[in-house]
């Protein structure tokens, strides 16, 4: 049942376990100031505080609004139900896979439950609770708070920098380096995918320009490089670049989907009709992904 709750009484110890968005708190913010706060804050209620899950982007709105009271509803009657019943929901509530992967290393490490526990808790497999876990022990501290503060991109750590540590073996450290070199440059993330195969594979010099700071010069550079000559016929670069906008367009609705303002039934109707066109063609789209993606790694 949904109560309205003094900002000072929320505890917000697990504000870090969650991903902040510059841009999508710049919109909430907005709607809270014309609506208010339409969804409430979620959380579990002890003895001395009432500890924060979800919606902390709803709380620094209302902070920045000055908006004292909010209204809050409880997830479950401890803290590791109530992570547990975040996890469940987060389907909808689009908790993120790291996300998710954070609160499972909580529910680990500090409430010291087993992954055969977390697995059947969530009625998910035992791989799904450890592909998360995983996840963790690639992460460096220093990288998790990049990535966590919003100055460094999940996806970017995910997608570009992972296969680096699982296929080209390179130590954490190095790529703790490449992260402090890049975090907070608001570079696009094919910016980052060029560095870091610049940093990691590419020459002595390119790596040096890098760590100097001069990314801006790297990046002019490849960037003529690659609008020059490449070697290509026109049939290969027209394929480049459709690669390249349904990388792009990918990105983009991975990000969209997560956003809370779609409402209309009529909008719901449509989306839900070309949603499931995509996932019939997803495993075609898959497979034929990955044999192309083979294919061009053997050169």
């Not at 003895?47 to 902070?63: D, P």
């Not at 920045?64 to 987060?90: N, Q």
């Not at 010291?112 to 035992?126: G, N, P, Q, R, Y």
């Not at 570079?187 to 594979?201: C, T, V």
Request: positive net charge; aromatic residues 8%.
């Amino acid at each position: 049942m949904t109560e309205q709750v003094e900002m000072s009484c929320i505890d917000l110890r697990f504000e870090e376990y969650r991903l902040k968005n510059k841009a999508a708190e710049r919109t909430l913010l907005a709607s809270i100031a014309e609506k208010g706060i339409l969804d409430p804050l979620q959380g579990v209620d002890t003895e001395g505080a009432r500890i924060l899950l979800n919606g902390f982007k709803r709380y620094r709105c209302a902070q920045k609004l000055g908006i004292g009271i909010v209204p809050y509803i409880p997830l479950a009657v401890d803290t590791p139900m109530g992570i547990i019943e975040l996890i469940r929901i987060s389907n909808a509530k689009s908790l993120s896979i790291l996300e998710q992967a954070k609160l499972i290393d909580e529910l680990k490490t500090v409430y010291h439950m087993s992954t055969s526990d977390i697995a059947h808790m969530l009625e998910k497999s035992k791989a799904w609770v450890s592909v998360r876990s995983g996840i963790m022990n690639e992460m460096s501290p220093k990288v998790m708070r990049h990535v966590f503060m919003g100055r460094f991109p999940a996806y970017a750590f995910m997608y570009i920098l992972r296969p680096f540590i699982r296929i080209n073996k390179i130590d954490k450290s190095q790529i703790d380096k490449f992260v402090n070199l890049t975090a907070g440059k608001e570079l696009s993330l094919r910016d980052i995918e060029m560095l870091a195969h610049s940093y990691f594979k590419g020459s002595e010099e390119i790596r040096k320009q890098i760590q100097e700071g001069n990314l801006t010069w790297v990046l002019k550079g490849l960037n003529q490089k690659s609008s020059s000559d490449n070697g290509c016929t026109q049939i290969e670069n027209q394929m480049l670049k459709e690669l390249e906008i349904l990388q792009k367009y990918m990105q983009r609705v991975i990000h969209k989907t997560k956003d809370d303002r779609y409402k209309t039934d009529s909008f719901f109707a449509q989306a839900n009709l070309l949603t499931g066109g995509i996932f019939r063609l997803l495993k075609i789209f898959e497979e034929s992904m990955r044999e192309f993606y083979d294919r061009t790694g053997q050169t």
